[in-house]
């Protein structure tokens, strides 16, 4: 089975600064995807960055990239130029692309809570 | 294009009481999945439908959950009878088949219940 870990319960980041928020997983597959989303107060759950893990490049949204390390099993979420609005708590999360149905679901890590000080 | 729909979006209910969640996955996603998300627990998934037909229902935490999916466009998760420790949020979440269009898996805004 496969397990996501977030070790880190809480960080925290100066406004207009940038911020690293680290995972690790762990599987047997090669043929797998990888998310980050962002849980503001309202709860509800935003999908940030995703990354398909047979490309080699790390994928890239605004302010928001991750360094995807395949072989160290290593999924870390970077967050540039930080706003108050990226207070949230974020969870990083595991997806099979091995075939369908049993290995459809997504697992999470425990997320961690990010607070950005003004 | 609506996202995933989740009815209702707050709820208070009795201890004792059947509860009934509702979801509308977005038109066209093969998979349909209820999570729960609780402070001690995390999210933690409950079922998963593919194509209307349940697939893994070995989160659901005892006979009082069930979860229907009668048509690709609507889904509920029903609790009878409701126990304090079922307040949670609940998420809806719906994906296109797993092969295709980037495995993402898009989630409503969470129905909130609370029993008392």
């Known amino acids: 089975a496969q397990t996501v870990t977030q070790s880190q319960p809480e960080m925290s980041v100066q406004e207009a600064e940038t911020v690293t928020l680290s995972c690790t997983y762990d599987?047997?597959?090669?043929?797998?995807?990888l998310f980050w989303y962002k849980q503001p107060p309202s709860r509800q759950m935003i999908l940030v960055i995703r990354q398909e893990a047979y490309k080699q490049q790390n994928a890239t949204e605004n302010r928001f990239s991750v360094n995807f390390q395949k072989a160290a099993k290593s999924f870390s979420l970077k967050i540039s130029d930080s706003q108050l609005g990226d207070a949230a708590m974020y969870f990083c999360a595991y997806r099979s692309g091995v075939g369908t149905g049993a290995n459809s679901k997504l697992t999470f890590g425990k997320g961690i809570t990010l607070s950005v000080r003004p | 294009d609506a996202g995933v729909i989740q009815s209702p979006r707050h709820e208070v209910t009795e201890m004792g009481q059947e509860v009934t969640l509702r979801c509308k996955p977005i038109s066209g996603h093969d998979y349909l999945f209820w999570y729960r998300q609780t402070m001690m627990r995390g999210l933690e998934l409950l079922i998963y439908f593919n194509n209307n037909v349940p697939i893994d229902d070995s989160g659901m935490p005892e006979d009082r959950f069930s979860a229907k999916m009668p048509n690709a466009s609507f889904s509920t998760l029903k609790i009878q009878p409701s126990e304090p420790r079922d307040s949670a949020v609940y998420f809806c979440?719906?994906?296109?088949?797993?092969?295709?269009?980037?495995?993402?898996?898009?989630f409503g805004e969470g129905s909130w219940l609370t029993v008392v």
């Open positions: 979440a719906s994906s296109p088949d797993s092969i295709h269009s980037g495995n993402t898996i898009y």
């Open positions: 599987t047997s597959e090669s043929d797998y995807y």
